[in-house]
């Protein structure tokens, strides 16, 4: 597949099987460092473990979607 790529004045050309793997493969680099990003900082890990022990409680509101503004208030 890598044979196919052709070079021009005009661009780069890819087959596009191989385009959509990029972006796979891309989209998946991205979610990997959110989830460093994430494990880096103290803050929201914190924050992470206060949310768990809330639930645990039982000290949260389940609501459909449309109704979130309602249950924040």
Known sequence: MVNDIKV????IFIPKELFKELLDVYSKVEQIL????????KETLEAIKKGKEEIAKG???????????????
């Open 8 to 11: 021009t004045d005009k661009g």
């Open 59 to 73: 000290n949260y509101v389940e609501c459909k979607i449309e109704d979130l503004e309602k249950a924040l208030k």
């Open 34 to 41: 959110a989830a460093l990003e994430t494990l880096a900082d």
